[in-house]
């Protein structure tokens, strides 16, 4: 039976007859067509990248696996509705950490409507993705049992600036999560998660070496999901955390170039993981008390949408 993903922390959501993407038990997620250009764009990436001999196999289990296009009573209540089927990346994980973070300082592509090209320059000014060259687009962390989830309001966390992304990203790993403004981050779980020859640094720095060569497509406005189990790290050290790559509705080719747009987001973003392994003290004081000005960032709660 299809139903609404539960951890779904960014994009378009199939909520109060609105259309957005629908999950089964059998670990796929079904993303519906835009009805512009846009879904059919992402298609188009998917079935070309799905049989691109160029793409390095290594490279493939960055991307959810791709089982074609299926028509499907879309979420909305409009009928039927052609659905990209995807592999939900999530769907083994019962309290998954996630962390939409969307790359390059520029969200736009050059062939873009002008007032699409506005828009996206108003967001990336406004967000850390000029500053920083990525921005959190999404975000989920698991606090505990007794927690829960804490989510905070998807406007909040787009907004954060450079300083309080690095927060967010300590916290990511810290054995408590909360929107409660004294909490300062731990990064109790930094080296099991970011660290490591499986980490995600390790993985952020497979997927840049490929980038580092690749000049088949750019990949405008795509996103780096980056997602661990928390609830096992809770009782074993062993995250399981995975990068993957989503949201492909505004690839383009990339004709021979690099696509430095997306290779600086990543080399940022590599850049302040990197610093959270050397440093994971940095966000408690000697004594252990809290340096309020520095890393109480209150990032809201989930009524900040
Ligand atoms: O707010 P809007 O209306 O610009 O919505 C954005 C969407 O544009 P749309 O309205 O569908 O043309 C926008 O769609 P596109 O990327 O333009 O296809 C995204 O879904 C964006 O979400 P996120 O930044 O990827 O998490 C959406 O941004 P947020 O709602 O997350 O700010
Ligand atoms: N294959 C997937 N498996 C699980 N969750 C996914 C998958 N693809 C996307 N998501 C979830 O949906 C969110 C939005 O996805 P995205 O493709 O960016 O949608 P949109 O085009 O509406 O912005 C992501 O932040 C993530 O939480």
């Known amino acids: 039976m299809l139903k609404i993903p539960k951890h779904q922390v960014a994009g378009h959501k199939a909520s109060d007859g609105l259309l957005g993407p629908l ?21 188009a990436f998917y079935t070309s990248f799905s049989s691109n001999a160029m793409v390095p196999e290594h490279i493939r289990k960055f991307f959810p696996i791709f089982y074609g296009t299926q028509l499907l009573e879309a979420s909305d209540g409009s009928g039927l509705c052609p659905h ?27 062939q873009a409507p002008e007032d699409y ?10 967000t850390s993705s000029l500053s920083l060259g990525f921005r959190i687009s999404g975000l989920q962390l698991y606090g505990s049992e007794e927690s829960g989830f804490w989510r905070p309001g998807k406007k909040v966390v787009q907004n954060l600036n450079a300083d309080e992304v690095r927060v967010v990203l300590r916290k990511f790993v810290s054995s408590y999560s909360s929107a409660d403004p004294n909490f300062v981050p731990d990064c109790a779980f930094a080296s099991s998660v970011y660290g490591g020859s499986t980490g995600i640094l390790a993985q952020l720095l497979e997927l840049k070496s490929w980038f580092e060569d690749q000049t088949i497509y750019h990949f405008n406005s795509c996103s780096v ?24 509705a505004h690839v383009t080719e990339a004709n021979g170039v690099i696509d430095h747009n ?14 959270i392994l050397t ?20 990032i809201g709660d989930s009524k900040g949408e």
């Open 23 to 43: 999950i089964d038990d059998s670990g796929r997620f079904y993303k519906p067509l835009q009805s512009d250009e846009r879904g059919s764009k992402e298609v």
């Open 84 to 110: 990209i089927v995807l592999q939900d990346v999530v769907s083994n994980l019962l309290h998954p950490s996630i962390m939409d973070v969307k790359i390059g300082s520029r969200t736009w592509y050059p």
């Open 117 to 126: 090209i506005h828009k996206c320059l108003k967001k990336d000014r406004e």
């Open 225 to 248: 999901l980056i997602v661990y189990e928390k609830g096992s790290m809770l009782k074993r050290p062993s995250s399981g955390a995975v990068v993957k790559l989503v949201d492909f």
């Open 262 to 275: 997306f290779l600086g987001g990543l080399c940022s973003l590599i850049k302040m993981i990197s610093e």
């Open 279 to 298: 440093s994971p003290d940095e966000c408690r004081t000697k004594n252990g008390l809290q340096d309020s000005d520095k890393n109480c960032i209150y």
